[in-house]
């Protein structure tokens, strides 16, 4: 298994709804990435997870709030979102956090705040 | 702070015409990846770079890096409209024992034209 799988695919959810993302990979990587990509825009790293502790966050507001229960799992959960939020959100993994020759992106879940 | 510097950030070509997009980043890193992404889509690994140096090709793209003047380029020979995407090149802030996390250049909108 050479995948990284996202779900849902798409999310509409309202302000005061909480949800969840959630990202899979099977292939013995012990880091896991959180991406946020705003239309036209680079993908924006927001955390980094390595043997399922975080390592990196880069300033996220509380309103995201990760999650690694396994190596091979990685959730983001979301809560009291703003309409900005809507990005297309990306997970990505990589062998381990100092050397890595290549990272795997998911298909990513296309996140609507209303 | 890792930087990663496309241009041009939009570029229009004639099918059959041969042109190149240049990336730049400002602190020593020895990987460098490209990227393709279509619209509404993920990104799909293109190259992944590893050394100073380094040329890899694959159809009508061509990627090579220079560590040295930090700088990477994604030459493309006789474009074709299949072609017409967005760029990204993306530089691993992991050099020297810290830890990776992939940095993206700002993109390069591709239109190939008949």
């Known amino acids: 298994d050479t995948e990284v799988t996202q779900t849902p695919k798409h999310l509409v959810m309202g302000m005061t709804n909480k949800k969840s993302l959630k990202c899979e990979q099977h292939?013995?990587?012990?880091?896991m990435y959180w991406y946020k990509q705003k239309a036209k825009k680079p993908p924006e790293l927001m955390f980094v997870?390595?043997?399922?502790?975080?390592?990196i966050n880069e300033s996220v507001p509380s309103r995201f709030s990760p999650e690694c229960p396994n190596s091979s799992l990685l959730n983001l959960h979301l809560h009291a979102l703003q309409p900005e939020d809507s990005a297309l959100y990306l997970c990505?993994?990589?062998?381990?956090?100092?050397?890595?020759?290549?990272?795997?992106f998911g298909s990513g879940t296309r996140l609507t705040v209303v | 702070e890792l930087k990663v510097e496309q241009n041009p950030l939009f570029l229009s070509m004639q099918e059959g015409k041969n042109y190149t997009i240049y990336c730049n980043y400002s602190?020593?890193?020895?990987?460098l990846y490209w990227y393709r992404q279509d619209p509404g889509k993920s990104l799909e690994s293109l190259f992944v770079?590893?050394?100073?140096?380094a040329v890899k090709q694959e159809g009508r793209l061509m990627a090579s890096l220079d560590t040295k003047a930090r700088l990477s380029t994604l030459h493309i020979t006789a474009a074709v409209h299949d072609l017409s995407a967005t760029y990204f090149c993306?530089?691993?802030?992991?050099?020297?024992?810290?830890?990776?996390?992939?940095?993206f250049g700002t993109g390069t909108l591709l239109a190939v034209q008949p």
């Open positions: 990505a993994s990589s062998q381990g956090i100092r050397w890595s020759y290549g990272y795997t």
């Open positions: 292939m013995g990587h012990r880091a």
């Open positions: 997870y390595s043997y399922e502790k975080l390592s």
């Open positions: 602190t020593t890193s020895d990987r």
């Open positions: 770079l590893l050394s100073n140096g």
């Open positions: 993306a530089v691993d802030g992991g050099y020297g024992g810290a830890t990776n996390k992939l940095i």
